[in-house]
């Protein structure tokens, strides 16, 4: 696969669900080795049996740090309806995304790293901007992405998801 392009998103234009796009058929089951905060790897398939989202983002990302907040009111409030795994790329080890989360009164967000080329290589996208969410399937197959920030606390965003993570 040729070097991933990695970006900051264009627009810090937040949105809601309606962002999220089917992908058609769904690809995979996609997998990526990522670390927790204790530094251990652990591949997305750890998740697998549950639909779940993918939200990747970035310390240097502008459009990133103005959803982060919302990001992590999201997950605290909605944590019964959706798991959200959240994975920095390209941002330091675990301990430099807790200092950050710190710095930025991020409190319930787990902290997840990720770099890159491998993380694009094996979900399989030729583009990685940022912020980007994908959601995967309980089988782990991609079935929606939304290549742009996201309006997390955006009225129906709960339910939305949801519907999508239920295929409907």
Known sequence: MATVRLRPARA????????????????????????????????????????????????????????LPQLDAFVAAHADVVTVVPVAIGSGTGAQVQAFYAKHGVKTLPVYTGKAQPVADALKLDDLG???????????????????????????????????????
């Open 130 to 168: 940022l912020p980007m969410s994908i959601i995967l399937d309980a089988e782990g197959r991609l079935i929606a992405r939304a290549d742009n920030g996201l309006t997390w606390q955006a009225p129906g965003m709960a339910e939305g998801l949801a519907r999508i993570l239920k295929g409907n």
């Open 12 to 67: 810090s234009v937040l949105s809601g669900v309606s962002s999220f796009k089917p992908v058609q058929p769904p690809t995979g089951p996609l997998d990526a080795s990522i670390e927790n905060g204790k530094g251990e790897t652990l591949a997305l398939s750890h998740w697998r049996g549950k639909p779940l989202v993918v939200h990747f983002w970035a310390t240097w990302c502008g459009p990133c740090l103005t959803e």
